[in-house]
């Protein structure tokens, strides 16, 4: 049996979303067991008059609530009995529970997670992996992604390490091209970190390294895995969503600024519709930290229950494929190299 | 009488788009004179049946071809005589010369420019700025974009300065709305860089700093110049428009994919061709070097005419307003702060 934690409030649309999410899975995966954690009375209400498996199910209660503009350190000192906290918390402590889901706070849920539950043997910094769809319909991951501000190259062998398996366990891609982020296709290109990084990459038979990738082709296609540190992993993941966005917004403004466009735009409706499902990134799952000792996937703030039942999923095919001792077993051999 | 040298090779379309560009612009600036660079019969072919003043224009031989994988660093020393090169040395040695276009590569036109051609006084080092559309109709400069891959929180305010005065001075922005390119909103996000960079743009009244700037944010239209290091301000515009190019080549692979699509677009053929306009970075003029004594701009390789003749234009502003000394004279006021 799997136990994953559910995080059932910090969401756009929790508790709703998680509960429906969690309920989706439970019927999915007939080995699954959840434990969602939030305000009691508000989550048996939530599960009033559905269908499930009462025996996969239990409900820890959490009442405190975090809000919006707390800071990640204070949501972990002081917002103990709220929903994610406990959930963290509980993840660290019991030794049944695999993994947990949040779509809470992605600053709070990092911190709580680097600091309150351990690292993979050898794993010297957990780093946080979104995906993102790319144009010919596959998926790349970038690892790292806000997690580590600062790395060493050493590090970024690790992202490496740990993305790959990651890709190839929970995706079924077969030996993903990893690529380095930098600013420049060849070898010498970047500072000290990448050049370095570079050299180690390439001297790391375990990962398909296939060079440099500039930042513009994020989306070609040509990549599973993009490797970086946590500054410029955030620059290329939050302006890739925000572009696509941006311009998605604009594209509607303009078709609403003359009845001709609107017409022509009533033609290809399912074709626009198909472009907004592509772009939008809550369906491809969520992103997940690599390294912890125990399985943490972050969905999107956004997330609806389909959304949050493909998180569920996600941690429960990390659990499965026991992503965590692969990692292990790769990273150790390398730990002579270790600061 | 400005003097500005036009690299004419390197481009996709050089000469020819180089030197119409710069008929054109001769033709737009009264007390302009140009001087080509590159071979010289080429150039004198480019020219023929041309009407333009003559008096105003000048070749200068330069028979040399940079190869497409040439590193920088072989252009500057191997490639004395290529149009690049040559017009980087005249722009160094005859003080009669204000500025430089070209549309050859940038690492080869950076590198050059770095090491051939001063310093404006006070500063510690010269920054890439490229300028990107805003979804509301405006621009965003962002500084630094390749030139310093590692940065000290000094060297971003120089950036904010210079670029603040930039597009102040070129595109009449009043005091300019400064951001740093950070992974969150507060004060305290980011590495130490970022921190003690946020403190300095906060005490520096000649800049109007409106706070950290998450990179989703780029093209909202709050933001004139966005302050960072170079790798990262490469991610961040490179993957804008590499995002932005993707998206318009997937929309239009699906429309070609059925045929109610197609009629759909044809509606909408005025739209779509707006969009693409506006999405086509060359439209917006070249990215300058700021901070180095000569104004120096680089065009992007695939510009036409009037891409190069805006590149023209805007090294020509920046003459007229006496940027440089306006530079020197707040960047001097922090001069304890050098190292």
């Not at 296709?185 to 500072?191: F, N, Q, T, V």
């Not at 003359?258 to 198909?274: D, N, Q, T, V, W």
Request: glycine content about 8%; overall charge neutral; proline content about 3%.
């Amino acid at each position: 049996m799997i136990h994953i934690l559910i995080d059932c409030f910090g969401g756009d649309h929790s508790p709703k979303a998680n509960v429906d999410g969690a309920l989706m899975a439970l019927d999915k995966l007939p080995d699954l067991y959840v434990i969602l954690t939030g305000d009691e009375a508000t989550l048996q209400n939530a599960l009033k008059g559905k269908a499930y498996d009462a025996a996969r199910l239990e409900i820890v209660h959490a009442p405190e609530v975090i809000g919006c503009d707390e800071r990640p350190i204070d949501v972990i000192r002081l917002k103990k009995e709220s929903s994610m906290i406990k959930a963290v918390r509980l993840l660290r402590d019991r030794d049944d529970l695999n993994a947990m889901v949040s779509t809470g706070s992605t600053g709070a849920l990092v911190a709580a997670a680097l600091t309150r539950i351990g690292r993979v043997k050898g794993v010297i910094r957990p780093a946080f992996c979104p995906i993102l769809p790319t144009m010919d319909g596959g998926l790349v991951g970038i690892c790292d992604s806000g997690a580590n501000v600062e790395v060493t190259p050493e590090h970024l062998r690790q992202f490496a390490i740990m993305a790959s398996l990651y890709m190839e366990q929970v995706y079924g891609i077969a030996t993903p091209r990893v690529a380095l982020l930098n600013v420049g296709k060849e070898a010498e290109k970047g500072d000290e970190i990448r050049q370095k990084a570079y050299i180690l990459l390439s001297e790391t038979p375990e990962i398909n390294f296939v060079g440099n990738m500039e930042s513009r082709d994020l989306l070609s296609g040509r990549y599973d895995v993009v490797v970086c540190d946590g500054f410029s992993g955030n620059v290329l993941v939050k302006t890739t969503e925000g572009t696509a966005l941006e311009l998605l917004k604009k594209l509607k403004k303009d078709i609403y600024s003359r009845g001709i466009y609107k017409l022509g735009a009533l033609l290809m409706k399912r074709m626009f519709a198909e472009e907004k499902a592509f772009m939008n990134y809550q369906n491809y799952g969520g992103s997940v930290l690599l390294g912890t000792s125990k399985t943490v996937v972050k969905g999107h703030g956004s997330s609806k229950a389909v959304a949050v039942e493909k998180c569920i999923e996600q941690a429960y095919r990390m659990e499965v494929s026991a992503l965590s001792s692969k990692m292990e077993e790769i990273i150790m051999r390398y730990e002579h190299y270790e600061y």
